[in-house]
């Protein structure tokens, strides 16, 4: 176990470091220059502009601005943005906000992923089994800021049932109608997964030997088809959980929820490379992070997984 887990964390540094290279050549590669965009339509001094170029390493080579960002990094320091902050005070400040964005959705598609997809499994063929595949599939089909405009307009325009923006100190309410959004494609999967395999698992041999021996129905479904059924989902929730944290950009731009994926997106419109590459390793690390206690998970279970 222990070679496994080495072998594995190893295997989490070429990952690291190749998505950070990455995102720092595409922001690199962005029209425009930083400078300008700090000042906007105000004239630039040049010694100004080229004291701040120096200060924030954006006259060195592409190359020369990373393994600076590499080497800064390893010692948690992001540097500032252009506005004189600290980096990573200001992630510090936007990731308690996404974090909460993200369990809220985590639990709203856990929750009502895996009931509907009992309900869509145990009664498969019958009408609200199509409902719910229907509407699972347009919640798949239909991209994220469709629905999150949709969610606006009716939820909250129309019904004045749940706020339209969060802001940047949103509460339980605020939240609420950004999470469903973030979460519903998740959802729909964890719908199509427990479906699958509870219509599956209903049907083994097993289960029909169960109920041979007398057992009820419900002593059936809950101690053999649920038990067995719900592994996979179990590790898709895992590694879903890092993919909510890195997805929640689109929600928190279209709710105005001041998170990590609200930052990077103003982040990006200023140029701002140190705090994207800071941001993208950050949720690079948690995902990771989440990918590697999953298959952890599995190894304990399955000792096979530790020798392939």
């Known amino acids: 176990m222990g070679k496994y887990l080495l072998r594995r964390i190893l295997q989490m540094i070429p990952v690291v470091l190749g998505t950070t290279l990455l995102v720092y050549a595409l922001v690199f590669a962005l029209p425009g220059d930083p400078v300008k965009a700090m000042f906007g339509d105000k004239p630039i001094n040049a010694a100004v502009a080229a004291q701040i170029r120096a200060e924030y390493n954006l006259d060195k080579p592409f190359i ?29 400040r936007a990731f308690p906000v996404t974090i909460k964005l993200a369990l809220m959705a985590f639990v709203f598609e856990a929750v009502f992923g895996v ?12 009408w609200y089994d199509s409902v719910i595949l229907i509407v699972s599939l347009l919640l798949i089909s239909v991209p994220t800021f469709v629905t999150g405009f949709l ?23 605020d939240l609420l109608m950004p999470a469903m959004v973030l979460g519903s ?18 049907a083994e041999d097993y289960v029909r030997t169960a109920r041979a021996k007398g057992m009820s129905n419900s002593s059936v479904i809950m101690r053999h088809v649920l038990r067995n059924s719900l ?12 993919a909510l944290m890195s997805g929640a950009m689109i929600s928190e731009t279209i709710f105005n929820v001041h998170g990590i994926g609200f930052l990077t997106y103003q982040s990006i419109l200023k140029g701002e490379s140190n705090m994207v590459v ?25 000792p096979r997984i530790r020798y392939a």
């Open 115 to 126: 009931v509907f997809g009992i309900i869509s499994g145990l009664k498969k063929g019958k």
């Open 64 to 92: 020369i601005q990373y393994l600076l960002f590499l080497k800064n990094a390893l010692t948690l320091n992001f540097g500032n943005t252009f506005a004189g902050q600290p980096v990573i005070s200001e992630i510090g």
């Open 185 to 202: 494609v998740s959802m729909a999967y964890i719908i199509r997964l427990t479906r699958s395999e509870v219509s599956s698992n209903i």
């Open 278 to 302: 800071s941001i993208v390793t950050l949720l690079t690390l948690i995902f990771v992070v989440c990918n590697l206690l999953v298959d952890m998970l599995y190894a304990a279970l399955d």
């Open 151 to 173: 969610g606006q307009y009716f939820l909250g325009v129309k019904w004045h049932i749940l706020p339209v923006t969060a802001g940047s100190d949103p509460g339980f309410l």
């Open 231 to 242: 592994i996979p989902v179990v590790t898709y929730l895992g590694q879903d959980l890092g």
